[in-house]
């Protein structure tokens, strides 16, 4: 397809402007594995972009094929189980999201150090990125504690009944107590690492989810608007060619 604007920067992205943003000169290595470079705006919004898209599509498109398969009448439960190799109680089905959100949580903090490099704002700030992060650890710890105590309070051993007490207690005035039975499907009861894993994945994500999105809107309303180079006006796209920046004064103050 012939493009209509050949003398631009990137023919069939007429809107590019600046240069630096030209994506043919974008190296993917760089901008997620090397934390010593900078990064453009239109380099950074690419790369997270690709992040923020993997983390989606590895978890919504096999948690619906998998439940439009047993619509069908496939048995697919098995997908759900822990990976036993993983010391969290991953699903098999979810373990490409588990790992793409580890690796995405580093490269994602490599792309804003350079994007606030390039912005010649102090890379520190990235720092944020890994906050969700570091809020899931200390759930995770702090849930598989209550784990333990839960699992310790379950198997407690109960205190053992005198003579006197057993003699003061008539046969008739004992009464049958149900049995309780235990949740879940069938099989072996949870052991200790079981009960402490699953509590604390469990925590870990009540603070990981909205930590996330919290620094997602801080990632897009601030950091993917920054000027390229530090020296312009806040805003999104890159309709702006280089050298024609305007410098508000309130901005130059800042």
Avoid: C
Avoid at 5 to 23: E, Q, S, T, V
Avoid at 194 to 213: E, K, R
């Amino acid at each position: 397809m012939k493009p209509y604007y050949p003398d631009a920067i990137d023919p069939h992205r007429p809107w590019i402007k600046d240069a630096r943003d030209n994506p043919h000169d974008m190296n993917w290595g760089q901008v997620l594995f090397n934390p010593l470079g900078t990064s453009p705006k239109l380099h950074f919004t690419r790369a997270w972009t690709l992040m923020f898209l993997g983390r989606i599509l590895l978890f919504i498109v096999p948690v619906f094929a998998v439940f439009v398969a047993s619509l069908s009448g496939a048995d697919l439960s098995g997908l759900w189980q822990p990976v036993e190799a993983f010391v969290l109680p991953v699903p098999e089905l979810l373990l490409p999201f588990f790992i793409f959100t580890i690796v995405t949580e580093l490269t994602s903090w490599v792309a804003h150090v350079r994007r606030l490099n390039d912005a010649h704002k102090s890379p520190l700030r990235a720092m944020i990125v890994l906050l969700p992060l570091m809020l899931g650890l200390v759930g995770f710890y702090l849930g598989a504690q209550g784990g333990i105590k839960q699992y310790e309070q379950m198997n407690a051993p109960k205190p053992a009944v005198s003579a006197t007490d057993g003699a003061a207690a008539s046969p008739a005035d004992a009464k049958p107590q149900p049995q309780q039975q235990r949740r879940g499907p069938p099989g072996p009861p949870p052991s200790e690492r079981d009960v402490a894993a699953s509590s604390g994945l469990g925590f870990a994500t009540m603070l990981w989810a909205p930590a996330s999105f919290f620094v997602m809107l801080w990632s897009l309303l601030y950091v993917a608007r920054i000027p390229n180079g530090g020296v312009g006006r806040f805003r999104t796209g890159s309709d702006i060619a280089q050298g024609e920046e305007e410098l508000p004064s309130a901005y130059a103050a800042g």
